[in-house]
């Protein structure tokens, strides 16, 4: 357990090593944020009648933005990719750790230490933001629930994480995998737009699946669009996905390194 | 000229190597064009009208931009990997090259498979041509042509624009995504509907709402002079800008060494 506590503190630090890169991405999440703010704006200035109100969009695109490092499945983990691809995975084969666990936990680390330099600003200039616009604080009770149901949604990303590393075994070229992946983890996340905007009888279904229980459950949550016995139901549902995921992603692993040929050397 | 079309060809040749890989590419840029349609459906399902642009109207927008940023990125997106040229030294083999430098940066990384971008875009068009409301007499066809053939260019334009901060800054500067990336994201509605200010930014300093939210104005109006289908050429003056700043980047240009 150690081992994967130092692991996590050495790539944390490393993550924030550059500050003038985090400066730039706080910039384009906020300008990101206001544009999303403004079409959802635009969209509810039209009527219709949605199942989520304007106040609670805006709350869950700014905590979106501020988060949005860490909910992101395909992205920042090149290393991993890369030791793949180059054949170095066979040093870490020689380590006396559980490569799942290796792996598993340098997945989280990967997504934490960009998300703790940038959450801060982002939040707080979106807390500054004029009355319609800016982000709402909720009651003492929704934030424990909203940071308990971040801490297993970060543990259903890093275990999607995990399995789409597994694949990069199988492929000579990861790219196409990649993107596909990055179009559907984004969009039945709710990152394009908030399950709640979906149809109805899609919501159902969409609900169900792992890609919720990563952004969607936790941010909804924050916005008071989940509350009571459905938010409790939600994060019981991310709880089931991130251990059959993880135990999936552990056999998995064990199944794949069993076969694994490394090249030259 | 020869010697472009031949690194063309081995650019293309190369990318047929792995024939499943840009399958899968090509079929994860149509994806991601997918999720975006959809996005715009499901709100469309709950009401008529944004901002006072149908639903028609809409992804007549988003059909222009999509089209408009495939074809920008295919040609101008290998730029994207010029701030990591400038890093490592390899944009200094190029400088000794007796051969136009853009050219030398972009056909090597000229990306084949926006071709899925692409025929999404051209899906949706085909569904809002007639969907949109437009009496489409030749003048707004030309129109809609110059509003998809200027905004390549743009996106190009931008792209470049980016690369070239690469000169000063020795490094990516990702916050100018929001004009490339963001641009595709947030073009999907007519720019009139995040507000005057907005509009205003991207009709004076990046000319974004020239080859989308007046044209559109444009195609809608039937009682619009013909001349009016000229307005997306307007956007063109942005290459200035941009191809002054990137022949001033090299002049300033100092190795980073390698």
């Known amino acids: 357990m150690k081992s994967y506590f130092s692991l996590f503190r050495i790539r944390m630090i490393n993550g924030l090593q550059y500050r003038a890169v985090a400066l730039g991405s706080v910039l384009t999440r906020f300008c990101w944020g206001i ?23 805006v709350s869950y695109i700014w905590m979106q933005q501020a988060f949005i490092l860490m909910y992101n499945v395909i992205d920042g983990d090149q290393e991993i990719e890369a030791s793949i691809q180059d054949g170095s995975v066979a040093y870490e084969l020689t380590r006396p750790m559980n490569l799942y666990g290796n792996w598993f936990t ?93 149809p109805e009888t899609f919501q159902k279904v969409v609900n169900l699946l792992p890609f919720a229980a990563t952004q969607s459950t936790p941010l909804l949550i924050y916005s008071g669009a989940l509350t009571g016995i459905d938010a409790v139901w939600a994060m019981g549902l991310q709880i089931f996905w991130l251990i059959a995921l993880t135990a999936l992603g552990y056999y998995a692993t064990k199944r794949t390194l069993k076969r694994v040929v490394v090249q030259g050397g | 000229m020869r010697f472009y079309l031949r690194l063309f060809a081995l650019n293309l040749k190369s990318q047929m190597q792995y024939k499943a890989s840009l399958f899968l590419s090509c079929l994860g840029q149509f994806m991601t064009a997918f999720t975006s349609f959809f996005s715009i459906k499901f709100i469309f399902m709950q009401i008529d009208a944004v901002g006072g642009f149908t639903y028609g109207q809409v992804l007549l927008c988003f059909s222009v931009i999509m089209l408009s940023f495939s074809i920008g990125e295919a040609v101008g997106g290998g730029l994207a990997n010029f701030p990591r040229m400038v890093n490592m030294g390899e944009f200094d083999r190029m400088l000794t090259r007796p051969r136009n430098l853009v050219l030398q940066v972009i056909i090597p990384f000229f990306d084949f498979t926006r071709v899925g971008l692409l ?5 949706v068009l085909g569904l809002a041509i007639p969907q949109s409301g437009v009496t489409w007499r030749a003048d707004k066809i030309a129109g809609l ?69 007046y044209p559109l104005q444009f195609l809608i109006d039937d009682t619009a002079h013909p001349a009016g289908m000229f307005i997306p050429c307007l956007s063109l003056l942005f290459i200035l800008p941009c191809y002054a700043l990137f022949r001033f980047g090299i002049r300033k240009y100092k190795s980073a060494g390698s």
């Open chain 2, 145 to 213: 042509v110059l509003m998809i053939v200027c905004g390549a260019v743009l996106f190009f334009c931008l792209f470049m624009f980016q690369a070239a901060f690469a000169f000063f800054t020795m490094n990516s500067l990702d916050f100018l995504n929001i004009f490339t990336y963001g641009a595709r994201q947030f073009g999907r509605y007519p720019f009139s509907v995040y507000g005057k200010k907005i509009l205003h930014f991207l009709t004076i300093c990046i000319p974004l709402a020239l080859i989308q939210y």
């Open chain 1, 35 to 57: 544009m999303e703010i403004l079409a959802f704006f635009a969209i509810h200035q039209s009527g219709g009648d949605f199942s989520m109100t304007f106040s609670q969009t």
């Open chain 1, 106 to 198: 340098r997945c989280l680390a990967n997504r934490l230490s960009p998300t703790a330099l940038n959450c801060l600003p982002v939040l707080a200039l979106a807390l500054l933001m004029p009355v319609p616009y800016g982000l709402k604080f909720p009651k003492a009770m929704t934030v424990v629930l909203f940071l308990a149901s971040t801490v297993l949604a970060l543990g259903v990303v890093g275990a999607i994480a995990m399995l789409m590393h597994i694949t990069m075994f199988y492929t000579t070229s990861q790219r196409g995998t990649k993107i596909i992946g990055r179009a559907v983890t984004g969009f039945f996340a709710g990152g394009v737009i908030p399950l709640p905007y979906f």
């Open chain 2, 119 to 123: 025929a999404q875009g051209i899906i």
